[in-house]
């Protein structure tokens, strides 16, 4: 079963659209979303939640439409922007006790349960929380009302490397028994390469690739070589820089031929978003 999927959606704003934007996510897995800054990544998920109208396409979650059955279907949506910024001078416990009255699965003992896993003391102001606290106060909420699928912007950014690992090892234990699925969209492409299964990925508004992580990575080839070997590889390259030893670029590898005398490596995900955005630079 798809817990999401995402069929030829457009939205224009007056400078920028999403377009034709379509792809799946298998239940019980997680995706990581990608793409540079202003690729459309916020817009997308904010279309996914019927948060802004889209202009044309379809996206289903859980099997339902997200417009016909908006009401019914938050109930089962976890989601989370950033931190929790308000009711800031509140407890956690006051702004819990207002949530939970929109919730008809919500269940307290769930909720107590992992405020102790994810060590929150419910008597702490809302302003006093670490922004990894609020990540896992959030993850707290969407949980205790049963949400299937957590659809999460930017998670781990501004958490210190532990506070990140800490909630990676969180989002892999949640998919484990298969009821729970996660997208989730970052710029901290180590933490995808830690616990996606599937990579998105989104430049100027466009879907480029959407796939099983390393099958999505092994797709592309990076290549480095002298500057002869350059010119026989660079009309199919996606971009690529020039440094003091020659060149690297990023190629697909479909147009590789991989019995050439030219080096080429599996790049990571930082690496393909880099290459990409070098691209875009090229195309201003
Ligand atoms: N309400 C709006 N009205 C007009 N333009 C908007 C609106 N919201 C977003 N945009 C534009 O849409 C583009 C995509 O923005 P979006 O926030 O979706 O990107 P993003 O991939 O999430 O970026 P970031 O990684 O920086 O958060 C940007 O150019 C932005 O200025």
């Not at 009255?101 to 269940?107: E, G, H, I």
């Given at each position: 079963m798809l817990a999401l999927d995402i069929r030829n959606l457009n939205k224009k704003y007056p400078h920028f659209q999403l377009k034709d934007v379509s792809f799946q996510l298998e239940k019980g897995y997680i995706m990581g979303f990608i793409g540079a800054n202003g690729a459309g990544k916020t817009t997308t998920i904010k279309s996914i939640l019927n948060m802004v109208r889209m202009d044309s396409g379809e996206v289903h979650i859980l099997g339902k439409n997200i417009v016909e059955h908006e009401i019914e279907l938050k109930q089962e949506i976890g989601c989370a922007f950033g931190g929790v910024d308000f009711y800031t001078r509140s407890k956690m416990k006051t702004l819990t006790h207002v949530i939970k009255?929109?919730?008809?699965?919500?269940?307290d003992e769930t909720y107590y349960n992992y405020l102790r896993r994810f060590k929150l003391d419910e008597n702490k102001k809302i302003a006093e929380l670490s922004a990894g606290m609020k990540v896992k106060y959030n993850l707290a909420i969407a949980l205790s009302h049963g949400a299937k699928l957590l659809v999460l912007d930017e998670p781990t950014s501004g958490l210190d490397p532990a506070a990140r690992d800490d909630l990676l090892d969180i989002f892999q234990e949640l998919v484990l028994d298969g009821e729970i699925s996660i997208l989730f969209s970052t710029h901290i492409t180590s933490d995808l390469e830690k616990c996606a299964d599937f990579i998105t990925f989104i430049v100027n508004g466009q879907i480029i690739a959407s796939s099983e992580k390393n099958e999505f990575m092994e797709s592309y080839r990076l290549l480095s070589g002298n500057e002869s070997q350059l010119n026989r590889v660079k009309e199919r390259l996606i971009s690529y820089k020039i440094n003091s030893f020659g060149f690297t670029g990023l190629i697909h590898s479909r147009d590789f031929d991989s019995s050439s005398d030219i080096k080429a490596t599996t790049p990571n995900l930082e690496e393909i978003m880099i290459y990409f955005a070098k691209k875009e630079d090229m195309h201003v």
């Open positions: 009255k929109f919730y008809k699965n919500w269940d």
